[in-house]
């Protein structure tokens, strides 16, 4: 029940956090640049006791690759995805179905088109990983306001 209490607050509490165009992310706009949402992301997640597993460079692979695909569209001047995971939260969210492995380990995004940066997170399904979707709004707010 706190979980859902806490969930509700801080929901009510992002405004800011977009996506009503598109139902599977949450974002914002980040008024700064690539390296400062990059830094806000990082400390947002070590703040928390979390370790960053993995960063894949979306953007860097998109733009190598484009020329052995045939593109001539740059859709990133950067992107990175965070991957990590909460050992706390990873276990009861699969103690409640083991099939929510499926979303692990949990990421967040830094994306610099040229226009704008973004920072965001996958949005999940109803239901217990509504806690996890809690977590990565947290972390792209705080990451958001450095």
């Known amino acids: 029940m706190r979980g859902l209490l806490a969930l509700l607050v801080l929901v009510l509490a992002l ?3 977009a996506g009503e165009d598109r139902p599977w992310v949450r974002y914002v706009e980040y008024d700064g640049s ?19 597993d993995h960063v894949s460079h979306v953007g ?13 569209k740059q859709i990133f001047v950067k992107a990175d995805v965070y991957q990590f ?20 380990p949990y990421s967040v995004f830094v994306a610099d088109t040229g226009e704008k940066v973004y920072i965001g ?14 977590l990565l709004d947290a972390i792209v707010r705080d990451a958001g306001e450095m």
């Open 85 to 104: 995971c909460s050992a706390t939260l990873s276990r009861k969210m699969m103690e409640t179905d083991p099939l929510n492995i499926v979303f692990c």
């Open 121 to 134: 997170h996958p949005v999940y399904p109803e239901g217990p990983m509504k806690e996890v979707e809690a």
């Open 34 to 52: 690539f390296e400062d949402a990059v830094f806000g992301v990082e400390s947002a997640i070590i703040d928390r006791g979390l370790k960053v």
């Open 60 to 72: 860097d692979m998109l733009n190598r690759t484009a020329a052995d695909v045939g593109a001539t």
């Open 15 to 17: 405004p800011a956090l």
